[in-house]
């Protein structure tokens, strides 16, 4: 799903006060962790997942493999925190602002 800039300054102001729902441990991306993002993405369509401990390169390897298995838009990073939107199929508790100009343009 591709975002305009101002649906993901929308999501961004939505995730703001979030939580990381997600955590991960020593072991890196295992099945488990998939799992729970998968269950995540699906109970709450925007969440926040920790990468502590690895390199920048890495980090953005492990965030590419998790965009990718799920289907989840990546939002934003910040610092170890990934901010992840996917949609659900029948119905959405967002309101993305739709594509086009904005009032200001």
């Known amino acids: ?9 929308y999501l961004r102001a939505e ?3 979030l939580k990381p729902v997600v ?7 295992t099945e ?27 980090k953005r390897e492990i965030i590419d493999a998790i965009t990718s298995q799920t289907h989840a ?9 990934a901010v992840l939107f996917r949609p659900r199929a029948s119905y959405s508790d967002f309101n993305l602002p739709k594509p086009g100009k904005s009032p200001q343009q």
Do not use: Y
């Open 23 to 29: 955590l991960l441990g020593q072991h890196g991306l």
């Open 15 to 17: 995730a703001h006060h």
């Open 32 to 58: 488990a962790v998939l799992a729970e993002i998968e269950q995540a993405l699906e109970t709450h369509e925007l969440i926040k997942v920790r990468v502590p401990g690895v390199e920048r390169d890495e």
């Open 1 to 9: 799903m591709n975002l305009t800039a101002r649906q993901r300054q």
């Open 73 to 81: 838009t990546l939002v934003q990073t910040v610092g170890h925190v």
